[in-house]
């Protein structure tokens, strides 16, 4: 089946500027995670939704960053007013959301380069 | 708090060499521990994981990894690299009461002809 999609796969944006990103996770699955990847921070957990409520939004880097999902599926990342260092790859994942936490299937990323 | 440390952010190996990748991890309850594997420009693929039970796990492409309670460690092993091994490897932790994941910093593998 189709696995995790991410758009856009690249984004160039100016200072400033707002940006979303978007994740489509897997049909079926209700736990979604974001991430992100720089080469400063590695991989960080950013929040995880669990349907459309965010249970752990603790790796947000600052209230510019906020995320929401519709209908326990699509979910969209908003950055606001964006700086250099938010220049990462930001992954998103998702999981049948079962307990014990159980297998994350990650996207292939959006490359966001902000100038 | 969890966290996971992997030594050596670069690890080069000839083709048919043992591959051996570490990783150590602090975890106050007992932990779940993960290797993903990430090619260029891809997405993270799990290759094993550890959740409970057997300490040795077995996963795709001749991978494994053995859960040493009394080391923290979860190092992974393939007994003969092939080139297509080349790639950048992650340890993560995560455990019953956590839904994320806790990533190391990533090694690099390169496997030469």
């Known amino acids: 089946g189709a696995g995790v999609s991410q758009s856009p796969s690249n984004k160039v944006t100016e200072k400033g500027k707002d940006v979303e990103l978007r994740c489509d996770p897997i049909?079926?699955?209700?736990?979604l995670y974001w991430y992100r990847q720089s080469l400063g921070q590695g991989l960080e957990f950013l929040i995880y939704?669990?349907?459309?409520?965010?249970?752990?939004k603790s790796g947000l880097p600052s209230d510019r960053f906020s995320a929401e999902r519709t209908g326990g599926s699509v979910s969209t990342l908003t950055i606001q007013r964006t700086q250099q260092e938010d220049s990462a790859v930001y992954l998103c994942?998702?999981?049948?959301?079962?307990?014990?936490?159980?297998?994350?299937?990650f996207g292939p990323g959006t490359r966001l380069t902000v100038l | 708090a969890q966290s996971v440390t992997q030594l050596g952010s670069h690890v080069s190996v000839s083709e048919g060499a043992l591959v051996l990748l570490r990783c150590n991890y602090s975890?106050?309850?007992?932990?779940?521990l993960f290797w993903y594997v990430q090619y260029p420009n891809q997405g993270l693929q799990l290759l094993l994981k550890y959740t409970t039970g057997a300490t040795l796990v077995k996963g795709i492409n001749g991978f494994e990894a053995e859960f040493k309670k009394s080391e923290t460690s979860f190092h992974l092993t393939k007994p003969s690299a092939h080139m297509s091994d080349a790639a950048e490897y992650f340890c993560a932790v995560s455990s019953y009461n956590t839904d994320k994941l806790i990533f190391g910093t990533g090694t690099r593998l390169q496997v030469f002809p």
């Open positions: 975890s106050s309850v007992p932990p779940y």
């Open positions: 939704f669990q349907g459309n409520s965010a249970p752990d």
């Open positions: 994942a998702s999981s049948l959301g079962l307990r014990p936490p159980d297998t994350q299937y």
């Open positions: 049909s079926g699955h209700t736990a």
